[in-house]
């Protein structure tokens, strides 16, 4: 049998068990322009193209690893579909069963993205057919209320399909254990290893019926949750412009202000309602170019004159609300709002929570900013490091508080063990709240630790790739030819995390740290998520008064800048 044709009974044979009706029916249009080996009709590429295309589908399967699944929408073992879908609820299943967990209970949450909520009904399917049981959340909610109801309902595992914050093509599918975290190795290898064993689908018991879809008290029991980080007493006069990014969060946000006693947030209204399709966004996160231009455009029309006054902060959730981004007004820039570093609202919440008496470790991932150690160091609590990722934070020993550069943070770990960006929202108002009575803001707090702790200025490269292989390309070049300065900075230490350290397990990263005028640090490593490199990168500048900041800050600026072209020059982006 030739290739093609092998590709061709692949394709037969996926499409006889494929239980969707759409994509059944992409498939059999594909695999018909393929056999033809031409035109497939108004609109369509050449016969070649599309047996490109099947075979692009058909390359291998997508693999489950410590991120799930997560992938394009589509027929075909490398996309996420139905059939996809069931082997590795299937696979899920054995493993617990075969951790004794047989008759344990499963959470079901998912988002608004197509396919999402037929995804979580298969997942309840295949469970109840293992001999599991299977709970649904009432409605697509937040990724943080499927994290909640693992532990709070006493179950052995959580589910919850979503892609995050990836473009509207995707879906993807998240699996948490019975301690309410992500997993983690060996789990994730263990699960994988059952799905690869899932035979025929025909032969994955799917019950019709025989699962729990649970009522609202389960989102008020979060809700009850998340307002209890918050001083009972504390102020609540601040006024926020908040965006959901056409996300599942807007409704659980608007309860979560309401109960705390906050005005309610103003919402960006062309945004607020669920939308697959993110019409307003190139990409729905709001650390990309263009995400937020709504947000602060409604920010600018809710003037001085406005009933509450103007906006203090704009909030922004990605569209499964884990994720946190705040923007503060700035008058220097375009928009007039200014979108915080990750970094930057990662400080804040952590200090807010040090000045309110927290006790335990401050964690972060290692390509956030330094600037946390310092924070724990000064209040004489424990500071831990770890691998990229919440799966990795949520298991920092003693953790009181954990937070990401890439908008994640954890400010109740006893309640959601993993990113939450509902009660960071309120954690951040409350702060702000705070602040403002005292006529301070957030950016004061701001200058008041580059004072105390030095300016920790952090930025990122992040390139996106259609050819995986330049991403692997530009780790090997570095590897091979290791940069000795960067930005007139010397490289003291360089360090391959593929190998590990004593701290960290291994990882595909790699590791600069550099002396001079100021200090700097570099992390180059791929996405866990998306195709991409990201590089990412900060320097820390002496600051001797709050009369020097402003120098401070353009030096900066400046090596932040330098690096970016050095580090872009070394790894050939």
């Not at 979580?120 to 959340?137: K, P, Q, S, W, Y």
């Not at 998306?530 to 090596?559: H, N, T």
């Amino acid at each position: 049998m030739t290739a093609q044709q092998d590709l061709i009974a692949q394709a037969r044979t996926w499409l006889a068990e494929d239980p969707d009706p759409d994509t059944r029916a992409e498939l059999a249009a594909l695999l018909a322009d393929a056999e033809a080996g031409n035109a497939g009709g108004a609109g369509h590429t050449d016969g070649a193209d599309r047996h490109a295309e099947l075979a692009d589908r058909f390359a291998g399967t997508l693999q489950f690893g410590t991120a799930g699944l997560r992938g394009e929408l589509g027929a075909g073992p490398m996309r996420m579909n139905r059939a996809v879908v069931i082997r590795a609820a299937a696979g899920l299943a054995a493993y617990l069963k075969g951790n004794g967990d047989g008759d344990g209970l499963v959470v079901i949450g998912y988002d608004a993205r197509h396919k999402s909520e037929a995804f979580a009904r298969d997942t309840a399917a295949v469970m109840v057919g293992a001999g599991l049981r299977a709970a649904l959340l009432p409605r697509p909610l937040p990724t943080p209320v499927l994290a909640f109801a693992v532990r709070h309902l006493g179950a052995v595992a959580g589910v919850t399909v979503t892609a995050s914050h990836n473009p509207p093509q995707d879906n993807g599918y998240k699996v948490y254990l019975g301690d309410g975290r992500q997993i983690v190795p060996p789990a994730d290898a263990d699960i994988a290893g059952r799905i690869a064993a899932v035979g025929a689908l025909a032969d994955v018991p799917r019950a019709e019926s025989g699962w729990t879809v649970l009522g609202e008290d389960v989102v008020d029991a979060y809700l009850d949750r998340a307002t209890a980080v918050l001083d009972d007493d504390g102020p609540r006069d601040v006024r926020i412009v908040h965006t959901a990014l056409h996300g599942v969060g807007a409704a659980t946000v608007a309860a979560a202000f309401e109960r705390a006693g906050f005005p309610a947030p103003l919402p960006v209204a062309e945004q607020a309602e669920p939308d697959p399709d993110f019409p307003t966004v190139a990409f729905p996160n709001p650390e990309e170019p263009g995400a937020m231009d709504l947000a602060f455009a409604t920010a600018r029309a809710a003037t001085v004159g406005a009933p509450g006054g103007a906006p203090d902060l704009v909030i922004a959730n990605d569209p499964d609300a884990d994720r946190c981004a705040v923007a503060v007004p700035d008058p220097s820039a375009a928009s007039g709002w200014r979108m915080l570093h990750g970094d930057e609202v990662g400080a804040l919440l952590a200090v807010h929570l040090v000045r309110k008496g927290v006790t335990g470790t401050l964690a972060e991932s290692i390509v956030s900013s330094s600037l946390l150690g310092r924070i724990a160091h000064a209040a004489g609590l424990p500071h831990a490091e770890t691998l990229t990722g919440f799966k990795w934070i949520a298991r920092a020993p003693g953790l009181a508080y954990g937070y990401e550069e890439a908008l994640g943070y954890c400010v109740d770990p006893e309640g959601v063990s993993d990113k939450d960006g509902i009660t960071a929202a309120l954690a951040v108002a409350e702060l702000a709240a705070g602040l403002k009575a005292d006529g301070r803001s957030l950016t004061d707090l701001l200058d008041e630790l580059a004072v105390t702790h030095g300016l920790h200025a952090t930025d990122q490269l992040s390139v996106r790739v259609r050819d995986l292989s330049l991403i692997a390309d530009a780790m090997a070049r570095l590897r091979s030819t290791p940069p000795t300065t960067l930005a007139g900075l010397t490289v003291d230490r360089a360090d391959d995390l593929s190998a590990g350290t004593a701290d960290l397990p291994p990882t595909d990263g790699l590791r600069y740290r550099l002396t001079g005028a100021a200090r700097a640090r570099v992390i180059v490593r791929p996405s866990g998520t998306e195709p991409k490199i990201k590089c990412y990168l900060e320097v820390v500048v002496p600051v001797a008064d709050a009369a020097a900041l402003p120098g401070a800050r353009a030096e900066a600026a400046a090596l932040l800048h330098a690096l970016r072209t050095d580090v872009a020059r070394a790894a050939g982006l």
